[in-house]
């Protein structure tokens, strides 16, 4: 990773705001609109950030949105890049990279993703606790730069204890359900066939998806504190009622699942601490 590419892209960031974010959000599919809540925002299109990707997914916006929420300094990215977009992993996790130059040390990010465990729905929520990295990469591999962090950096607790005591702690308070598991991260863009999804719930997966492990790695590399928020679109339980899943359908209900989605995500950032 090119450091020089990361501070041309904070350094520009920082040019167009007069304060230092401390959490940085990053909405999957469908759930941008929360980017929208945000009080006086600067809003940055990817295109205009040097060395930044752009987003090429229906349902991500392809912008930053700086401002207030909840009283709190944050930047949001509106649209994330995927690996099965073409991208490398290098330019998968680069937001992260710059955010956490722009000094952001608490990262919440979310996923619109398949459910493997029975007892959820359409509609859920689960607060990730543990993953499994099935894309066949990762962004760490090659020259480690330790001005970026370790070499053999730990993932053993990747997803941050105290914000998901929080995050249940604000989810009770507001009376909606969220459940806990394992987020499998797969490459795609090809969603999985049964087989595959069968062999996912024999190793402990809670959750199916195309997103979040690599930026959590690169996160955790980078010594911040993350929160993981899925929401699941659909249910992927390998058996004969198993429906053929479109990117529509995944929207529809990432939409339909928003406001409670809001309201949790607005409530951690209310209570979390800097």
Do not use: W
């Not at 053929?244 to 929207?251: N, R, S």
């Amino acid at each position: 990773m090119n450091i020089q590419k990361i501070n041309e892209a904070a350094q520009f960031i920082s040019s167009k705001i007069n304060f230092t974010p401390d959490i940085g959000l990053i909405l999957g599919s469908g759930l941008g609109v929360l980017g929208d809540e945000i009080e006086d925002p600067t809003i940055i299109k990817y295109e205009e950030i040097p060395n930044f990707p752009v987003s090429t997914v229906e349902g991500h916006a392809g912008q930053l949105v700086i401002g207030k929420l909840e009283g709190k300094d944050v930047v949001a990215m509106q649209g994330r890049f995927h690996y099965y977009e073409g991208y490398n992993m290098d330019e998968v996790t680069f937001p992260v990279r710059v955010m956490k130059a722009l000094g952001v040390n608490i990262l919440i990010v979310t996923n619109a993703c398949g459910g493997l465990n029975p007892n959820f729905y359409a509609g859920a929520l689960m607060l990730i606790n543990d993953h499994i990295n099935f894309t066949g990469a990762n962004p760490l591999i090659g020259p480690n730069n330790n001005d970026l962090g370790v070499r053999f950096p730990d993932m053993s607790r990747a997803y941050n204890s105290d914000l998901i005591d929080l995050a249940k702690e604000v989810a009770n308070d507001l009376g909606i359900e969220v459940f806990e598991g394992v987020y499998t991260a797969i490459s795609g863009p090809s969603y999985f066939s049964k087989a595959e999804l069968n062999m996912l719930t024999v190793m402990g997966s809670d959750t199916i998806g195309m997103s979040t492990v690599p930026e959590v790695i690169v996160a955790r590399h980078s010594n911040m504190a993350v929160l993981g928020i899925s929401c699941i679109t659909d249910m992927a339980i390998p058996n004969e009622h198993l429906e053929v899943l479109t990117h529509e359908q995944v929207m529809r209900v990432a939409q339909e699942a928003r406001p409670k989605f809001i309201s949790l995500v607005k409530g951690i950032v209310k209570e979390v601490s800097i």
